[in-house]
């Protein structure tokens, strides 16, 4: 009987009329109480109370960061080495997103770059502002369940050539060792996840498409992305507020042939795969500090310097 049908049932002749009406009170108080609980829980069950981190190092269908505009920053060194020669490279970015609206993102990458390449000969250096990122991103799909949610998106963007591309003399000036490539280039790709409770798990696919800057011209690359993390203590230390998720991820990169005046470099481009543990902790309800760790588990690159490892930590923050 529900609070319509408690009026039938309060309109009693055998009842004084301040009883009658006293009890329908109350009978509609409490299916009104019930109806607001089982809102409440239907809310609940439809939410994403799941982890609010995203990948590490690859990209992600998701459109906002934790529901609002958000800045992130990193320190990131990599070491690669071959052929008696090593080389360290260390990036610091700055990324702003922006929500256009709910399904909608522009993101903004400023990044830094230093190299330092070791050789028989002597040391090589250059450093400075690397190449401007424009991306935009779109969620065309989302679909929410009792403790799950389901989405994807498209993404695309340009690079823009705000890097130094001839620091130093001679060797100094190789494509690989400058800030810039110097080109403007094309990006488009796409990614989808699926959340539950407690884990995550996405997927991505984005292809960069090279242009000529002088005479020289980086192969297209092909990125591949997986992403799985779990929502280790949901709670801590701070109810409602904090956690501490680990994920895994797999990033693959394979790239084309670079040219030069036209024609293919035989030795360059090729394939790498890397095994991604991270881990992320959310310190309140706008701030998130992560850390990563790229170990490669194939390297299949014909003639260029093969990478050793990768470590990264930076944060995120909303406001």
């Known amino acids: 009987m529900g609070c319509r049908d408690s009026f039938h049932w309060c309109k009693d002749p055998l009842l004084p009329l301040h009883w009658s009406w006293k009890r329908c009170f109350v009978s509609c108080k409490s299916w009104l109480a019930l109806a607001g609980v089982t809102a409440f829980l239907v809310g609940l069950l439809l939410g994403i109370p799941g982890a609010d981190a995203a990948p590490i190092f690859g990209q992600s269908p998701r459109t906002q960061f934790f529901l609002g505009t958000a800045v992130r920053s990193f320190g990131r060194f990599q070491k690669l080495s071959g052929g008696g020669r090593d080389l360290a490279v260390w990036t610091a970015p700055l990324v702003a997103s922006y929500a256009l609206r709910t399904d909608a993102t522009v993101t903004l990458i400023v990044p830094y770059v230093n190299k330092r390449l070791q050789t028989p000969a002597g040391t090589l250096r250059a450093d400075g502002l690397g190449d401007l990122q424009i991306l935009g991103k779109y969620r065309f799909f989302r679909r929410d369940a009792p403790f799950s949610r389901l989405q994807a998106a498209i993404l695309g963007g340009l690079k823009l050539p705000t890097g130094s591309n001839s620091e130093g ?94 024609r293919e470099v035989p030795e360059s481009g090729g394939t790498v795969l890397f095994l991604s543990p991270g881990l992320q902790y959310i310190v309140s309800g706008n701030l998130l500090l992560e850390t990563g760790v790229q170990v490669p588990m194939v390297r299949e690159l014909r003639g260029a310097l093969e990478p050793d490892y990768t470590v990264l930590f930076g944060f995120r923050y909303l406001f």
Request: aromatic share 12%; hydrophobic share 35%; proline share 6%.
């Open 169 to 262: 003399p001679g060797i100094q000036k190789a494509p690989a060792l400058q800030p810039g490539s110097g080109s403007v280039d094309g990006i488009v790709g796409g990614a989808a996840g699926y959340t539950t409770m407690h884990w995550s798990f996405e997927g991505a696919l984005t292809y960069k498409i090279n242009s000529t800057a002088e005479d020289f011209r980086f192969g297209n690359v092909l990125a591949y992305d997986f992403y799985v993390a779990y929502q280790l203590y949901p709670d801590w230390p701070t109810p409602g507020l904090s956690q501490l998720n680990i994920s895994l991820e797999l990033n693959g990169r394979t790239s084309g042939h670079n040219e030069v005046h036209g």
